[in-house]
C-alpha cells in the first residue's frame, strides 16, 4: 500500500487518499490523471493495466486501486 500512495502523491501532491472513497466522483483523479497513474502503476508494480481496467470502481479509492492491482497480479502468477 505505501507505494501506491507513494506514486498517488507523486502524480497527484497535498492530497491525503488515506480513507477517500470517491477519488473519481469528487475530481481528485481526472482522466488525464488516471492515465499517468496507471503508467507508475505499470511500471512500479510490473502489471499492464488495461483500457478496459480505466473505470470509476477501481479508481474510487486507494483500496480499490490496490485491489486491481492485485488481481492483476495474481493473473500474472
Given at each position: 500500500?505505501?507505494e501506491?500512495?507513494?506514486?498517488?502523491r507523486?502524480?497527484?501532491?497535498?492530497?491525503d487518499?488515506?480513507?477517500k472513497?470517491d477519488?473519481f466522483?469528487?475530481?481528485?483523479?481526472d482522466?488525464?490523471?488516471?492515465?499517468?497513474?496507471?503508467?507508475?502503476i505499470?511500471?512500479?508494480?510490473d502489471?499492464?493495466?488495461?483500457v478496459t481496467?480505466?473505470v470509476?470502481?477501481?479508481?474510487s479509492s486507494?483500496e480499490?486501486?490496490?485491489?486491481?492491482i492485485?488481481?492483476?497480479q495474481?493473473?500474472?502468477?
Open positions: 500500500m505505501e501506491l500512495l507513494q506514486i498517488l507523486k502524480v497527484k501532491p497535498g492530497v487518499f488515506e480513507g472513497t477519488l466522483e469528487s475530481g481528485v483523479l482522466s488525464m490523471t488516471i492515465v499517468m497513474l496507471a503508467a507508475e505499470n511500471d512500479e508494480f502489471i499492464d493495466i488495461q481496467d480505466i470509476p470502481e477501481n479508481f486507494a480499490s486501486i490496490l485491489a486491481m492485485r488481481r492483476h495474481e493473473e500474472d502468477d
